[in-house]
């Protein structure tokens, strides 16, 4: 369905350093696929999140989303950013209902999807409130609502929970597998958080950087265990869990040293 190939992105290079962001990766992710990518900062997570999303072209190598090459951004890729990427002149079914406007989705019809996806999130009750009223776990929510409220096949998320409390962190990776669990669909999220990546990646993909090469990749089952229990802490403190995040932080720190400098 999500077919990266042989994708490299060189950014211009600094100070005479070609900076090669990432080197020739390849991966193919099913629909119904929770992929998590993990790994030190600079190893090329924004950069092949951002060219799935198509806002940056490949140097080398290609996107491509069900049979067709990614040229640009479209509808059916949502995004959700690490923080404030709301329009704060806007209330909150407005932001919600951003993308169907640009698409010329009638008021009546764009208010009914976005009320729904509200409710989704849990936000029904703040819908007219300004988006500068809400706390930061409450504003990530709303931008989870806008990213679903264009029904997308694929969602990027860009480290969304890193500047939340835990509490709130775990709320809403909870939604987080709701909705993907609903969707059927793709979703790519990036973390520094070994843990959370544990939880929510049906594939994990670990990073090394300089240049920027996906190093390991692993199939997870404890997503799947929370949706069939309900029990995000029994998940986590199994045997089991802990066991893969110790071999998990060993692989992420020898993979962090690894880099060519
Ligand atoms: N617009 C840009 N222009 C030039 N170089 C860039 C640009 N964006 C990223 N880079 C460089 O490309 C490399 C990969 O950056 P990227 O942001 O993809 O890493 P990351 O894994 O997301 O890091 P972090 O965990 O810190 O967010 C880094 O060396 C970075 O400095
Ligand atoms: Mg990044």
Redesign the pocket.
Known sequence: MLEIKDLSIQ??A?KGVP?L?LDKVSLTIEAGEFVVAL??????????L?AIAGFIAPTEGEVVLDGKVVEGPGFERGVVFQKHALMPWMNVIENVEFGLRLRHVPLHERRRIGMECLRRVGLSDVAHRPVYELSGGMQQRVGVARAIASSPHVMLL??PLGALDAFTRESIQELLLDLWNDSKGVFFF?T?DVEEALFLATRLII?A??P?RIMHEMRLPFARQFLETRDARGTKASAEFIAMRERVLTLVHETSSEGVH
């Open positions: 950014y211009p600094s900076n962001a790994g030190a900062s600079g190893c090329g997570k924004t950069t092949l951002n860009d480290e990036i520094h990073m950087p300089r920027g």
